[in-house]
């Protein structure tokens, strides 16, 4: 469920309610506000509202963001997901979960793709319980640094902004990944300066099984994304707990040197395997799934020409 307001310029209020019917909406509501800003004159706005199912918005909103008459310079639209509604469809049709708006996905991606003072502190933190634990074979340790890694996010971040060639996430969720690759090698040779080895927890699994489980975990996580009801936390458990043990082995070992004969070379294989495999199995969920990228790519364009 999806309540949209949209604020555009006086007189444009009934091409989005054209929109908004086009795109399934059963009733809409419309006013006028004055808006005011530091330097500029006042200017009167239409302000539309929009409740409808998660399907119906996110038909209405890129139908928006693609119609002639939408300007991103002075054009507005916030995007909420209330908790009921309770007005013109029954709850059967209400309360469809997908497939979430773009605009929804691509913004929540974004935050996790940010690189910030605190993603480095819980990557890192995380990382040390993490690495302890492989160190000590203690699962329910292992589990609770897993928990607090935004791991998964990246490789989303990066299928998503493939998929919508939106190139500026792409960048951003891959130096995302790469940040928080090395902050987990950092993290496990740390504690190895600490411990002792040998490593207790070694279940790597080999580039083929883990292959196929990063390709299922992809296009797990990418449903999760893209649905209200998906647990994504969950599904992003699973999918740090299959990928990130690996860096953390190799900042382990690192510190505490390679056995002769191991299997580094086949782990690193892996790795880039698995990182590879989910995040085109998420990138071909969300093409499946209609994730689109038309309106965002016209809208950051035209704000960047504007500010340049």
Not at 239 to 242: K, Q, R, V
């Given at each position: 469920m999806?309540?949209i307001?949209?604020?555009?310029?006086a007189?444009?209020?009934?091409?989005?309610?054209e929109?908004?019917?086009?795109?399934?909406?059963s009733?809409?509501?419309?006013?006028?506000?004055?808006?005011?800003?530091p330097?500029?004159?006042?200017?009167?706005?239409?302000v539309?509202?929009?409740?409808?199912?998660?399907?119906?918005?996110?038909?209405?909103?890129?139908?928006?963001?693609?119609?002639?008459?939408?300007?991103?310079?002075?054009?507005?639209?916030?995007?909420r997901?209330?908790?009921?509604?309770?007005?013109?469809?029954?709850?059967?049709?209400?309360?469809?979960?997908?497939?979430?708006?773009?605009?929804?996905?691509?913004?929540?991606l974004?935050?996790?793709?940010?690189?910030?003072?605190?993603?480095?502190?819980?990557?890192?933190l995380?990382?040390?319980?993490?690495?302890?634990?492989?160190?000590?074979?203690?699962?329910?340790?292992?589990?609770?640094?897993?928990?607090?890694?935004?791991f998964?996010?990246?490789?989303?971040?990066?299928?998503?902004?493939?998929?919508?060639?939106?190139?500026?996430l792409?960048r951003?969720?891959?130096?995302?990944?790469?940040?928080?690759?090395?902050?987990?090698?950092?993290a496990?040779?740390?504690?190895?300066?600490?411990?002792?080895p040998?490593?207790?927890?070694?279940e790597?699994?080999?580039?083929?099984?883990g292959?196929?489980?990063s390709?299922v975990?992809?296009?797990?996580a990418?449903?999760?994304?893209?649905?209200?009801?998906?647990?994504?936390?969950?599904?992003?458990l699973a999918?740090?707990?299959?990928i990130?043990?690996?860096p953390?082995?190799?900042?382990?070992?690192?510190?505490?040197?390679?056995?002769?004969?191991?299997?580094?070379?086949?782990h690193?294989?892996?790795?880039?395997?698995?990182?590879?495999?989910?995040?085109?199995?998420a990138?071909?969920?969300?093409?499946?799934?209609?994730?689109?990228?038309?309106?965002i790519?016209?809208?950051?364009k035209?704000?960047?020409?504007a500010?340049?």
């Open positions: 999806r309540l307001t949209v604020k555009a310029p007189g444009q209020g009934k091409k989005i309610m929109v908004a019917f086009t795109a399934g909406a009733q809409v509501s419309m006013r006028q506000e004055e808006l005011y800003s330097n500029h004159p006042e200017r009167a706005l239409d539309v509202e929009v409740q409808t199912a998660t399907p119906k918005a996110k038909q209405f909103i890129e139908n928006l963001m693609r119609a002639p008459f939408y300007d991103p310079e002075s054009y507005a639209f916030a995007v997901h209330p908790e009921s509604i309770f007005a013109s469809e029954p709850p059967k049709e209400e309360t469809h979960p997908i497939v979430r708006p773009t605009t929804d996905v691509y913004e929540e974004w935050q996790f793709a940010k690189i910030t003072y605190s993603l480095a502190g819980r990557t890192f995380s990382s040390v319980l993490l690495a302890y634990g492989m160190v000590e074979d203690f699962i329910p340790l292992i589990i609770a640094g897993l928990l607090f890694l935004p998964h996010h990246h490789m989303l971040a990066t299928g998503l902004g493939a998929v919508a060639r939106e190139w500026r792409f951003q969720g891959l130096l995302a990944l790469l940040l928080s690759t090395f902050l987990i090698l950092l496990g040779a740390c504690v190895a300066l600490f411990t002792e040998p490593i207790g927890w070694h790597l699994g080999s580039p083929l099984s292959f196929i489980l390709a975990i992809g296009m797990a990418g449903l999760g994304a893209i649905d209200d009801a998906g647990r994504r936390e969950l599904v992003g999918a740090t707990a299959h990130s043990v690996f953390a082995w190799f900042g382990l070992s690192l510190a505490f040197g390679f056995e002769e004969g191991g299997k580094w070379a086949q690193l294989l892996t790795f880039g395997i698995n990182v590879t495999s989910l995040t085109i199995a990138g071909l969920t969300f093409a499946l799934t209609g994730m689109q990228g038309d309106g790519r016209r809208f950051v035209k704000l960047n020409s500010k340049g």
